[in-house]
Structure formats: C-alpha cells, structure tokens
C-alpha cells in the first residue's frame, strides 16, 4: 500500500512563500503520476500540478501558474511545492495524490488512487 506523507505546511504573510513536501513510501514503483491539490472551506478540491515520475513532465492548472512550481527527488521518493507570493485566497489544505495509471487531463481527481492525509496552509494579511 502506497504511503503519502505531506510536510511543510504553515502560516505566512501575504506575499510570503512555503515549500511543501510529500514523501512517498512502499511500492513506490507502482506509481505514474503524482499532484497537489488543495482545498479551500466551503469550496470544492481543485488541482494545483502534477509530475510525470518517468521523465519529470510537469503540467499546470491554469490559474495555478507562474507562483508554484511542482518537482521530484528520485533519490529521496519525494515531491515538493514551491509555492510563491501567497496571498489569502492560497488558504487551504493541501493534498498530496498519487496514481498508478494514465489518464487525461493529470489533474482530474478521480484518477488518483492514494491521498495524503493533508498540510494546511494559512495566508494572512
């Protein structure tokens, strides 16, 4: 059984910024694609990036480019979150998701088969 476990998580100013960690545990090998989601309250789970684990293509929401930036360390079986000039409205808990299979677009949350239990992140003014 895959394990996802999210770290990094905080609170900041507006303007400040976080990286955020998911590490990934037994039957790494097992997994295709992984991706950040987050989820507001009050508000439905909406996708951030995702990253190919064979070759590192990276893909992007388009309301989420240009502040965050999605990788991987194979060495550490981990992925991060650089997330850039928060603001606010970035507060959220942030999910960790990964997948065992292919699919089309990489954010839709269905495909996912294993879900971090969550790292909140708060932006105030």
């Known amino acids: 059984q895959v394990q996802l476990v999210e770290s990094g998580g905080g609170s900041v100013q507006d303007g400040g910024f976080l990286r955020l960690s998911c590490e990934v545990s037994r039957q790494r090998s097992t997994i295709t694609l992984m991706a950040w989601f987050r989820q507001a309250p009050g508000k439905e789970r909406e996708g951030i990036a995702a990253v190919y684990i064979a070759d590192g293509r990276t893909y992007y929401a388009d309301s989420m480019k240009g502040r965050f930036t999605i990788s991987q360390d194979s060495a550490k079986n981990t992925v991060y979150l650089q997330m850039m000039n928060l603001k606010p409205e970035d507060t959220a808990t942030y999910y960790c998701?990964?997948?065992?299979?292919?699919?089309?677009?990489?954010?839709?949350?269905?495909?996912?088969?294993?879900w971090g239990q969550g790292t909140q992140v708060t932006v105030s003014l």
């Open positions: 998701a990964a997948a065992a299979g292919g699919f089309w677009p990489p954010l839709t949350i269905s495909g996912y088969d294993y």
